[in-house]
């Protein structure tokens, strides 16, 4: 017990420069870099009932290493699949890795988000049991006996419990397109194009000029099929034909096929830019995922601990009474016991303490505050010291 209660004190004594560290802002702003590190280091002791959270720290530790691996090996898996394809097809398999990547971290977000909307509704709930378990009769009753230390302080601001930070921007990945209409509407007009070129180059060559008279005449383009027949030696319109559809058909495909093959290479050159900003969104989504879970256990230890002052103060409550009941005068200045004093400045201690903590915001900009953390340190540590002086 005595090496209990010497635990106890050297903790109260860090806490007590934690305080000084953030309750004085001009003081603070003073501090060296090396010194807030030391600060951050020692600002939540460790205690014994806190061991299996290290190790449960440590097992979250080789289930992230083994997440890094299997992303690795994923990430492989997609250079080597790429690797056999073509652009058009690799450029779809990027678009929808990215979007699978935009898919689970917005998932994880939102999971997270409504797992800390119901420890906020929890944190609520356990603050509202224990003002009417015990803190608000332990306050009326401090103030009936006439205990001089409820009139210090101001008057309580409601605190915000929790405030978001700016939302990540959200992205967007677009499907990619194959080129492929562009490219059928681009091979009509040059195979048009192809088409009306040979026709002058055949009725060029024939000596026959083109007129509305003579335009829409069948003779007249048997003679210019026959004029591109000649090209091969035959002056045979049914080859002048083969030579002029070959001709046409082969510059559609062509140009559909560059058409393509640049859409292609473009798709894949902006898959890839998706692909990198999707990352980078999972990234950010990530840090922001972990901020809120860091408040999510904060939470957790906050409820944790309202749920023991409760019970305590319920006590508390009930010995406040007694004090009342026998030793309270008629006198404006009643004669307590010594013992009967040291209850009233406890639960006054109490009260106040549990109070700092639930006045005090428990994020900042959407990460979890310093303030908050140490008042949370503080009132565990009161209640502590409380529980120790009760056996």
Known sequence: MSEHKEQNEELEVKGENLEE????????????????????????????EE??????????????????????????????????LNNEDA??????KAKHIVHDAEAQM????????????????????????????CEEMLETLGYSGTKEGGEEEEAVVFETKEEVPPVHIRDVSSGKFTGFLLALVFGAATFIGLIYFAASKIGTT?????????????NLLAGLGSLVGMDNPMVGGAILAIAVLLVMFIVYKIRVSIKAAGNFAFAKEQLKK????????????????????????????????????HEQKGKLKRIH????????SADYHAKSLK???????????????????MSEEGKLSGKSTLFLYRAKNRLDKMIESLY
């Not at 001009?26 to 951050?40: A, G």
């Not at 999707?278 to 749920?307: F, P, Q, R, V």
């Not at 009941?325 to 404006?332: G, I, V, Y």
């Open 325 to 332: 009941h026998l030793e309270k005068s008629d006198d404006e």
């Open 51 to 84: 061991v299996p959270a290290d190790v449960e720290k440590t097992e979250k530790t080789e289930v992230s290493d083994e997440t890094e691996e299997a992303e690795e090996v994923t990430e492989e898996d997609l250079d080597s699949q790429i690797a056999n």
């Open 210 to 222: 083109l007129n509305p008279n003579n335009i829409l005449s069948v003779e007249t383009y048997k």
């Open 278 to 313: 999707a990352e980078e969104y999972a990234e950010l989504k990530g840090t922001c995922k972990d901020e809120m879970d860091s408040i999510d256990a904060h939470i957790k230890d906050a409820i944790e601990t309202l749920k023991n002052y409760e019970v305590i103060l």
């Open 21 to 48: 560290a953030l309750l004085n802002p001009e003081e603070n702003e003073k501090v060296t870099e090396p010194e807030n590190e030391t600060i951050e280091e020692t600002e939540v002791p460790e205690k014994d």
């Open 91 to 96: 450029a779809v398999l990027l678009v929808k």
């Open 110 to 137: 939102e999971e997270c988000k409504l797992l800390l909307s119901d420890d906020l509704k929890d944190l609520e709930a356990a603050k509202e049991s224990l003002e009417k378990g015990g803190m608000d009769e």
């Open 343 to 361: 209850e009233m400045e406890d639960t006054y201690e109490l009260i106040k303490t549990i109070k700092e903590f639930l006045n005090t915001p």
